[in-house]
């Protein structure tokens, strides 16, 4: 199981002026149709694809690997009606756009991070999405994180993981009571009957698809309970029994709030069965790449904007040219047919053994 936190904060995210005067972005969507402004199917509010169009990150000739045509003058009469309002020009207006909606990323970053107790400089942020390298650089060094991470298909990498993880069913059942006075065995019985069921619905759902439940003998039921100390918010727990439930509450409330009282009862709150069945795994094949030196993936080159620089010539590469090892240093923009991946002056993007840019900032 995968704990996600959701932001508004795609490409066809809105931009307009709150009744104080002050610049939003999102969380109302222009979706894919009629899409942002340019797009040119009849959308006139200006986007984040809008902002990010006129600060040159992306190709209006070759946007989704040339299937699509962005219409920069019509990108620019959207964000232009914005900035007439804040009194900026469109340039300024776009790149508070682009700052605003990075700031209530960062602040999604930081809900998932700093207030669970984890500080987000000791990890890499992994960016995915058609949008997520277009600002990777940028979240990462306003949460002070080393290295960006861009694998090799983001646009289409959140679809990969739905066809290749396992399918569970979850099954929870309540179960109040002080740890010191606790039915075990009656929490036990209802995991096993869990399973069971789940076995049942996983054996329907192949036969429907003319499959056989015989292989759904590989899986396996992972149990968890959910405990809290009386008056204090619910933590969920790793798997265990009793005494391992408890110590286990005991360390994560010392982790994330900096102390525990060993000595306070504890409560169980709910039993919860997840019935997993893990699905043959992918075997992913090295990408094939050029064996000529960087030049050789440069196709272009355009200027973009970087604070507080402005515009500057700015070097376009084809990812799929790039040698594997190789190193692109900012600025530059790495065009791909499912993205759009920008390298800040300042810094550098190595391409390692398995394709991914690994982007950090250069000594």
């Known amino acids: 199981m995968v704990d996600v936190n959701t932001v508004g904060a795609g490409g066809g995210s809105i931009a307009w002026i709150d009744g104080a005067g002050g610049l939003r972005v999102g969380p109302r969507s222009a979706g894919a149709d009629p899409g942002p402004a340019c797009y040119g199917r009849g959308g ?13 990150y992306l190709n209006p000739e070759r946007f989704a690997g040339g299937l699509m045509t962005l219409e920069t003058a019509a990108a620019a009469r959207a964000v232009a009606a914005v900035g007439d309002r804040l009194g900026l020009d469109a340039t300024a207006a776009a790149a508070g756009i682009i700052r605003v909606i990075n700031a209530r990323m960062a602040d999604q970053i930081r809900l998932v991070t700093i207030k669970r107790g984890y500080d987000p400089r000791e990890f890499a942020l992994v960016v995915l999405g058609g949008a997520g390298p277009v600002h990777g650089v940028a979240l990462a060094e306003e949460m002070g994180m080393a290295e960006v991470i861009v694998p090799e298909a983001p646009g289409v990498l959140a679809a990969f993981g739905l066809l290749a993880a396992a399918i569970e069913h979850q099954h929870a059942r309540t179960l109040p009571g002080r740890a010191d006075a606790i039915d075990l065995d009656g929490g036990e019985r209802m995991p096993r009957r869990a399973r069971r069921r789940g076995s049942r619905a996983h ?28 008056g204090a918010r619910d933590a ?7 005494a391992e439930a408890v110590r286990g509450f005991h360390a994560a409330h010392e982790r994330v ?64 040219r790039l040698p594997l090892g190789s190193r692109v240093p900012g600025p530059a923009i790495v065009e791909q047919a499912d993205t759009t991946t920008v390298i800040p002056p300042g810094y550098a993007a190595a391409v390692d053994p398995s394709g991914n840019l690994r982007i950090r900032r250069t000594p």
């Not at 439940?213 to 009386?230: E, I, K, N």
């Not at 969920?236 to 009793?242: K, M, V």
């Not at 000595?263 to 709150?269: I, K, L, N, T, W």
């Open 44 to 56: 006139e509010q200006a986007t984040v694809t809008d902002a990010n169009l006129l600060l040159g």
């Open 257 to 320: 709030y900096g102390y525990a009282r060993a000595e306070q009862p504890v409560e169980f709150v709910n039993y919860r069965a997840v019935h997993r069945y893990p699905l043959p795994e992918p075997r992913l094949r090295p990408p094939a790449r050029s064996e000529g030196g960087v030049g050789a993936a440069r196709v272009g080159e355009r200027r973009a904007y970087f604070a507080p620089g402005g515009f500057v010539a700015t070097s376009i590469y084809d990812r799929a």
């Open 236 to 242: 969920p727990l790793a798997p265990g029994r009793i």
């Open 203 to 230: 054996g329907r759902g192949r036969r429907a698809r003319g499959g056989r439940a015989g292989g759904l003998l590989g899986g396996h039921a992972l149990r968890r309970a959910s405990v809290r100390a009386r």
